[in-house]
């Protein structure tokens, strides 16, 4: 008998895949037939399988068929994909709860396409409708459409702002790790204000280019690799051209595993800057300190922002970074019912500022704890508490929720 290593694949068998459709995972897989088992490429093509998001598990094994071929089997636990109609309540930091109610096909005809139709009251009023196919126009050449109406009040601007636009997306990968996507954006919006009557209008068109380097093994929660995306905006104004402007967005994360451990400990880096150039005025206005930039801070509110007492967290552009540590407790598995399961803890430090007035002001850091849990659709859910600092105070601190990893 040959070793598996130097016996042939001749056949090459997909199991489990009761939706998928097998060319969705065949055009993952590269290993080829009539060659010696490599199982190096196996695992990158698991590892590819597993990015699609389609499954819980993703494995594989071998059976000889004689003395110099075997089979090739991928075998894959679908997750759950297709939610039935739902009214949820649902948490956004700037917006407060909502009731959201949404139909959502992950996967829809077994294609790996998304559609989703959705809308909610409460702390946004929305409706709206999403497409997405990662392979719409041959290898990996994407499109995805997004239509919405939305509904809020600023977080801490005292405005009500109504918002109509349609996006759409064209993506390419080069190879596995050089992807290229440009957008286009159609928006209508208008700000109302709530004490005085000055409502404003923004309508706009934007052309979006992207570029990103990916070499993260799994995309959700990497255990290795780097991700560096660059974003820019060109936006116009649609009637008038009375403004316009360059928005530029850069990040870049580095992710590294640090102990060969069953109970994986990542170390994560990221830094983040956006920068805008031109006309610009308040749809650009921000604030950081939050979820998805600094935790550890409470998210201004009107109040706040009328006081002047943080003056510092408001502007046009801004700079942060984060370090992570992100250890297993209870590592991922899937239980009888499909469903992913575990649990990871993380220690963070944020940090970073608003940089209108250049790098010289004091900077606000956070720091905290965090857990994560593998869920079936938005792949994460995470809980975040973390404490503020800057000119030598600490704030009180602030429970931050999320999906998805911040970096």
């Not at 499954?55 to 089979?71: D, E, G, M, R, Y």
């Not at 593998?374 to 600490?394: A, C, E, H, Q």
């Amino acid at each position: 008998m040959l070793s598996a290593e130097k016996a042939l694949v001749t056949e090459i068998e997909i199991n489990g895949n009761g939706k998928t459709l097998d060319y969705i995972l065949r055009r993952e897989i590269q290993h080829d037939i009539s060659v010696p088992l490599d199982s190096q490429r196996v695992e990158d093509d698991i590892r590819r399988l597993k990015n699609l998001g389609l499954f819980s598990s993703v494995n594989w094994n071998t059976i000889p068929l004689n003395s110099q071929s075997l089979k090739l089997i991928y075998s894959v636990t679908e997750s759950i994909q297709n939610l039935p109609p739902a009214i949820l309540p649902s948490y956004d930091e700037k917006t407060g709860w909502s009731l959201i109610g949404s139909q959502l096909w992950t996967n829809w005809k077994g294609k790996n396409q998304i559609v989703a139709l959705k809308g909610s009251i409460g702390g946004k009023y929305t409706y709206g409708i999403t497409f997405n196919d990662p392979w719409k126009f041959g290898n990996h050449v994407s499109m995805s459409m997004q239509a919405e109406k939305l509904m809020f009040k600023h977080n801490f601007l005292r405005y009500d702002i109504t918002r109509y636009f349609f996006k759409t997306d064209f993506g390419r990968w080069y190879g596995e790790q050089i992807k290229t996507k440009i957008g286009f954006l159609l928006n209508l919006e208008t700000l109302e204000n709530q004490v005085k009557d000055n409502n404003l209008g923004f309508n706009y068109i934007s052309l979006i280019p992207a570029l990103a380097y990916d070499s993260r093994d799994i995309y959700w929660a990497p255990n290795k690799g780097i991700y560096w995306s660059n974003t820019l905006n060109y936006n116009v104004d649609l009637f008038n051209y009375s403004f316009y402007n360059f928005l530029w967005k850069s990040s870049f994360s580095y992710f590294n595993k640090l102990f060969n451990s069953s109970k994986k400990t990542i170390f994560g880096f990221n830094m983040t800057y956006s920068l805008i150039n031109g006309k610009y005025d308040i749809p650009w206005y921000i604030s950081i300190g939050d979820a998805y930039s600094i935790r550890g801070w409470q998210i201004p509110r009107k109040d706040s922002y009328d006081s002047k007492n943080e003056e510092f967290r408001f502007g046009y552009n801004y700079i942060h970074s984060s370090i992570e540590f992100r250890k297993e407790v209870i590592p991922e598995f899937v239980t009888d019912f499909g469903i992913e399961s575990g649990l990871s803890y993380v220690l963070f430090i944020d940090c970073g500022l608003i940089t209108d007035e250049g790098l010289k002001q004091s900077k606000m850091y956070g720091g905290g704890i965090g857990i994560r849990i593998p869920f079936p659709v938005v792949n994460l859910f995470r809980i975040d508490y973390g404490w503020g600092y800057r000119n030598g105070k600490w704030n009180k601190g602030s429970l931050h929720l999320g999906v998805l990893h911040k970096f």
